[in-house]
């Protein structure tokens, strides 16, 4: 199979495909590494020592709608450095599959953008056609271990809920609108908590919200959250949807004649 293989599934040089398995929905591939030599991770001398080999199994991005399953033949090696304490080592595949890492990097980053287009639980509903086989828990924990950008005001702000620990705890999640990215996980739900931050945001213009009344308190609060009118014709009713019919925030009608009757919360306006 070889290299051929190799170019077929986008492995990295230096992996080959020593043979493949096809069980139900499940593709599975045996690949070997074929280098002649690694270096030792601790003193970055290169060996040419195989004193043995283990298997690993590690998930991989789907392949024509089947899960991917790799078995990786890892060779350790012995470090001929005299004065290293490393004596035998395990070669290493990274970027394509981190040390210890369960899933090859391609697949969580898979998974992180099915997180950041989604949530948790609607990504663990959508993954499976794709042939990803992940849980609410798994989306969350990669969309959190993203590094943040860098800081850029934020003028379109949505605030949601977002779960861990299986849906026993809550925290909120913050979105910039505008690039559909996470800014910022905040541990609680609290009124308190989500004004803390936006305090330190004065650029915001429109925040969308969940319906719950904690955020509902967040926008009311935060003098700087003002609307515009010029952002209407892109949210409308879903930016400013009150929630219950014993809507909190008092109403305003819409003067904007492509809204009609719908209701707007009291924003002040600028
Ligand atoms: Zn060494």
Known sequence: ?????????????????????????????????????AMCP???????HIRSSYT????????????????LRVRKFRCDTTDCPRRVFAE?????????????????????????ATCGELGARFAPRLGIVTSPTMILRRTM????????????????????????????????LATHEIIDLLPDRKTETAQSWMKGHPEID???????????????EAV???FRNKY??????YCWKSGSSDDQFGTNTCRHSQFGSNTLPSFEEQ
């Open 1 to 37: 199979m070889g290299m051929e293989f190799s170019s077929l599934f986008a492995l990295p040089d230096g992996v080959e495909v020593a043979s493949t398995t096809v069980t139900g929905q499940i593709l599975t591939l045996s690949l070997v590494a074929t280098a002649p030599t």
């Open 56 to 71: 690993r199994r590690v998930a991989d991005v789907p392949y024509a709608g089947r899960q991917v399953q790799l078995i």
């Open 224 to 226: 700087h959250c003002r």
């Open 92 to 116: 290493r595949l990274a970027p394509f599959i981190e040390p210890w890492a369960r899933m090859t990097t391609r697949l969580s980053q898979t998974i992180e953008a099915i997180g950041l």
């Open 145 to 176: 271990a993203l590094s943040p950008g860098p800081s850029e005001p934020v003028s379109l702000l949505g605030i949601d809920d977002w779960s861990f620990r299986r849906g026993r705890q809550f925290g909120t999640i913050l979105v910039n």
């Open 42 to 48: 601790l003193c970055g001398h290169a060996s040419l």
């Open 232 to 237: 209407l014709p892109l949210f409308g009713p």
């Open 206 to 220: 429109v925040v969308s919200r969940d319906r719950g009344e904690e955020y509902a308190a967040v926008q009311m």
